[in-house]
């Protein structure tokens, strides 16, 4: 499934959604094996460019994703959406995706524009299973996904070097599963990982594209203030 159509078939899409761990492990098995990594993915700050977030509430049983279009060249918003849901799986580290997915495909399917590359607010192969967010969002959706992450998981990396751009390899062992990525001079790296239909190099080269100012990605910046704000209409907050 590689268009908006076939996001709009949510239903087939996420068919057999798994209610417990060892059903979610499973899955995962089933479908890291379909991981594209042979792509070197849209050239970074050509077309466009769709960040995805979420936020939830526990409390009332609420999740609120965010997806939001730019253009990859000048930055600018092209189109935005949300959606809220109920969140669908239990808090398992490792197994966010399975919390997330969901709500996010429907912000997804509900956009005009072909999304581009997608960048989530997580991880793709920089996961202790080879299968976060981003590569699990990409392969059920066909898209081109990175994962730029704000922490690096379980993994180690040499500090990169002070300047934008810097980068040091992610390790699990003596594997590469990511860069530790200096976006803005003597700023906390950010951990860039392929999602799926990416190569690594290609997604380090898109997450400096979206950084012009600040850590993180636009992409990012954008969707986590709006799935934010719709989880606080959800709620029935107002806004500040």
């Known amino acids: 499934m590689n268009d908006l159509q076939s996001l709009a078939d949510r239903s087939a899409l996420l068919a057999d959604w798994p209610a417990d761990e060892a059903s979610a492990r499973a899955v995962q098995d089933e479908l890291r094996g379909r991981v594209v990594l042979d792509e070197p993915g849209p050239r970074p700050g050509t077309g466009l460019v769709t960040g995805v977030d979420v936020a ?34 239990p808090y398992v580290p490792g197994l966010l995706a399975f919390r997330e997915i969901p709500t996010v495909v429907a912000a997804l399917a509900a956009l ?34 990175i994962g730029v992450a704000k922490n690096p998981f379980t993994f180690t990396y040499e500090e990169p070097d002070a300047p934008r751009g810097s980068a040091a390899p992610l390790l699990d062992g003596d594997e590469e599963v990511g860069r530790a990525l200096r976006t803005q001079h003597g700023v906390k790296p950010v951990y860039v990982s392929v999602g799926h239909r990416t190569s690594l190099d290609t997604a380090c080269a898109w997450t400096l594209s979206l950084t012009p100012e600040y850590r993180q990605p636009e992409t ?12 606080g209409e959800a709620q029935g907050v107002g806004p500040e």
Do not use: Q, W
């Not at 072909?114 to 959706?141: E, I, K, N």
């Not at 990012?220 to 989880?231: I, S, V, Y």
């Open 56 to 89: 939830y509430d526990d409390e009332r049983d609420l999740v609120a994703a965010a997806a939001v279009v730019l253009d990859a060249a000048t930055l600018a918003v092209v189109e935005k959406s949300t959606a809220v849901g109920r969140i669908s799986f």
């Open 112 to 145: 005009n524009s072909r999304p581009g590359l997608v960048v989530c607010d997580g991880y793709g192969m920089a996961h202790p299973r080879r299968f976060g967010l981003a590569s699990h969002l990409g392969v059920l959706t066909g898209l081109p996904t």
């Open 220 to 231: 990012t910046r954008r969707a986590d203030a709006l799935c934010r704000r719709a989880l």
